[in-house]
T-cell receptor, first 114, second 112 residues
Framework: EAGVAQSPRYKIIEKRQSVAFWCNPI?????LYWYQQILGQGPKLLIQ????????DSQLPKDRFSAERLKGVDSTLKIQPAKLEDSAVYLC????????????FGQGTRLTVV | GDSVTQMEGPVTLSEEAFLTINCTYT??????LFWYVQYPGEGLQLLLK?????DKGSNKGFEATYRKETTSFHLEKGSVQVSDSAVYFC???????????FGAGTRLTVKP
């Protein structure tokens, strides 16, 4: 079974530039998550989709971050404009639509804003 | 809100030592509890889980028991190996929406 795919693996941009990350979840997984993991901290949920609808985006900085999941499969997360404090690993995860189930994670995209 | 608190690291042990990493949680309802492991340069992998009180999750020699009375889910292993060196995250999902919340992580280093 193929896992969660993310690209790119690494990205370096200057502050105020824009960047986009892509995620392809495990086939059949209705729920998709984007997490931000700052060095030395645990992952923090940015946004959760159920199919192509948003379940929770309460911790997404909406003035600069946006995410979409067209057709309920692939998802993109965008940052525009980037700030230095956005430097982190961005993790995508997916799970089946059922209670008490675990999320499966991709390898993440390491973003460095200089 | 729902949250997870892990013991602070880093933790350094000799091979074959006993491991305990403490995890306590605050949650409404009946969360499910998880331990994830992150090896260097890799993504998070599920290590074990428990979905109700008194359940014991186990995998690869690691164990954790869901203790509702103490709101804890401590990770244990009787004899660690160098290959267990990684960062360990305790996590919970909130009842009803599978929103997973993580602790800050505990870095374990096992020396030969």
């Amino acid at each position: 079974e193929a896992g969660v795919a993310q690209s790119p693996r690494y990205k370096i941009i200057e502050k105020r530039q824009s960047v986009a990350f892509w995620c392809n979840p495990i086939s059949g997984h209705a729920t998709l998550y984007w997490y931000q993991q700052i060095l030395g901290q645990g992952p923090k949920l940015l946004i959760q989709f159920q199919n192509n609808g948003v379940v929770d985006d309460s911790q997404l900085p909406k003035d600069r971050f946006s995410a979409e999941r067209l057709k309920g499969v692939d998802s993109t997360l965008k940052i525009q404009p980037a700030k230095l404090e956005d430097s982190a690993v961005y993790l995508c995860a997916s799970s089946v639509q059922a209670p008490n189930t675990e999320a499966f994670f991709g390898q993440g995209t390491r973003l460095t804003v200089v | 809100g729902d949250s997870v608190t892990q013991m602070e690291g880093p933790v350094t042990l000799s091979e074959e030592a006993f491991l305990t990493i403490n995890c306590t949680y605050t949650a409404t309802g009946y969360p499910s509890l998880f331990w994830y492991v992150q090896y260097p340069g890799e993504g998070l992998q599920l290590l074990l889980k428990a979905t109700k009180a008194d359940d014991k999750g186990s995998n690869k020699g690691f164990e954790a028991t869901y203790r509702k009375e103490t709101t804890s889910f401590h990770l244990e292993k009787g004899s660690v190996q160098v290959s267990d060196s990684a960062v360990y995250f305790c996590a919970l999902t909130r009842w009803g929406n599978n929103d997973m919340r993580f602790g800050a992580g505990t870095r374990l280093t096992v020396k030969p």
